[in-house]
T-cell receptor, first 115, second 113 residues
Framework: DAGVTQSPTHLIKTRGQQVTLRCSPKSGHDTVSWYQQALGQGPQFIFQYYEEEERQRGNFPDRFSGHQFPNYSSELNVNALLLGDSALYLC??????????????FGSGTRLTVV | QKEVEQNSGPLSVPEGAIASLNCTYSDRGSQSFFWYRQYSGKSPELIMFIYSNGDKEDGRFTAQLNKASQYVSLLIRDSQPSDSATYLCAVKPPGGSQGNLIFGKGTKLSVKP
């Protein structure tokens, strides 16, 4: 049973460019959350998708946008990249119908470097 | 502003000792608490969760929660060099099981052979 998978593993982009990161949730999970982890910091919540809609959003500018597909996979898009967007981007999935709270399992992440 | 505070360390303990990691949080209504372990260059790995006041044990790990003091800790008994990592405390504020997590900056633990 595959866990949360993310692609690509590493990415180098130039300031001002746009980037798309991808996430496939764990089998049976229908909710996807995205986090940004800068070097030396804890992960910060970007947004969460359920039923193809953004349900919650953290304190990130609207340069950060996302999408969820009918198969529950998700994309994170960042426009007009800044040097400060360099970070590890983490995806986590969960089951909306499960009221038990076991915490999130993260994918292996995408390391984005903006130069 | 909801916050989770951790001592950034590094915390250095000898092999076989008990490592004690601490975390405080600001939102008194928080209901779920998590400890993640993160090796350098890797993604966080969930090692413990706790919801109720008191202790919860899982192998060499014990999580302790005191909601009145807004304090959660993680004890690692018989520390091994393989436990050397950054430990992240995460808190889920009120709002249901699908709410977002608020993380601390993490405590770097070094276990010396």
């Amino acid at each position: 049973d595959a866990g949360v998978t993310q692609s690509p593993t590493h990415l180098i982009k130039t300031r001002g460019q746009q980037v798309t990161l991808r996430c496939s949730p764990k089998s049976g999970h229908d909710t996807v959350s995205w986090y940004q982890q800068a070097l030396g910091q804890g992960p910060q919540f970007i947004f969460q998708y359920y039923e193809e809609e953004e349900r919650q959003r953290g304190n990130f500018p609207d340069r950060f946008s996302g999408h969820q597909f009918p198969n529950y996979s998700s994309e994170l898009n960042v426009n007009a990249l800044l040097l400060g967007d360099s970070a590890l981007y983490l995806c986590a999935s969960s089951q909306s119908w499960d009221s038990r709270d076991y915490g999130y399992t993260f994918g292996s992440g995408t390391r984005l470097t903006v130069v | 502003q909801k916050e989770v505070e951790q001592n950034s360390g590094p915390l250095s303990v000898p092999e076989g000792a008990i490592a004690s990691l601490n975390c405080t949080y600001s939102d008194r209504g928080s209901q779920s608490f998590f400890w993640y372990r993160q090796y350098s260059g890797k993604s966080p790995e969930l090692i413990m969760f706790i919801y109720s006041n008191g202790d919860k044990e899982d192998g060499r790990f014990t999580a302790q929660l005191n909601k009145a003091s807004q304090y959660v800790s993680l004890l690692i008994r018989d520390s091994q060099p393989s436990d050397s990592a950054t430990y992240l405390c995460a808190v889920k504020p009120p709002g249901g099981s699908q709410g977002n997590l608020i993380f601390g900056k993490g405590t770097k633990l070094s276990v010396k052979p």
